[in-house]
């Protein structure tokens, strides 16, 4: 079952926006992690952040969390063409085994 | 370094047949995990080895398994394979086991079943 949902499910925006995109959760988690996935391809790790940690950048990347709504954003500043892609939340629970669940992804267009 | 590999990359099997898929992860990688991607369903984990032994599993049926060799490389393994499993698979790899160790996906292996 998905444990991460994001929204929205689709974004079209164009070269120089930012997109921003939101991921919500339901059970305790030690860490929120957000990657991107080209075409059907191998996922690639863009940040993670962990559950004391309200907010992370990475280059044009910002990501927050707010453990009592449950939900991470993730904006991505003065978009490219490039940023085209699907992008994931996955969480890391709190259980004896550390285990990502996805949630169902966010496909971006950036329009040039 | 060369990163996590697949192979093969794409595959057609048909019903009733059984199928092995192969992960080399990074060198010094100890973890390999399999993810099975479907529109449907989305991500989702199948299980994770680490040190040649299964740690986590996901809730597929038993006709998946795995297995990891000394030097880390995973296979997974379907079997009886029915229409649904057609899927991209995903391995990854990491360091270890503990939280918040980046894990490092390979291209994937791409399964049709007929």
């Known amino acids: 079952s998905q444990q991460g949902e994001e929204d929205p499910q689709a974004l079209s925006i164009q070269e120089g926006e930012n997109a921003t995109m939101n991921c919500s959760y339901k059970t305790s988690i030690n860490n929120l992690q957000w990657y991107r996935q080209n075409s059907g391809r191998g996922l690639v790790h863009l940040i993670l952040i962990r559950s004391n940690e309200r907010e992370k950048h990475s280059g044009r990347l910002r990501v927050t969390l707010d453990t009592s709504k449950k939900s991470s954003s993730l904006l991505i500043t003065a978009s490219r063409a490039a940023d085209t892609a699907s992008y994931f939340c996955a969480t890391d629970g709190t259980g004896a085994n550390s285990k990502l669940t996805f949630g169902k992804g966010i496909t971006l267009s950036v329009r040039p | 370094k060369a990163g996590v590999t697949q192979t093969p990359r794409y595959l057609i099997k048909t019903r009733g047949q059984q199928v092995t898929l192969s992960c080399s992860p990074i060198?010094?990688?100890?973890?390999v995990s399999w993810y099975q991607q479907t529109p449907g369903q989305g991500l989702q984990f199948l299980f994770e080895?680490?040190?040649?032994?299964?740690?986590n599993k996901g809730n597929f049926p038993g006709r998946f398994s795995g297995r990891q060799f000394s030097n880390s490389r995973s296979e997974m393994n379907v079997s009886t394979l029915e229409l649904g499993d057609s899927a991209l698979y995903l391995c990854?790899?990491?360091?270890?086991?503990?939280?918040?160790?980046?894990?490092?996906f390979g291209p994937g292996t791409r399964l049709l079943v007929l």
């Open positions: 060198s010094g990688h100890r973890s």
């Open positions: 990854a790899s990491k360091t270890g086991t503990g939280r918040g160790v980046t894990q490092y």
């Open positions: 080895y680490f040190s040649e032994t299964q740690r």
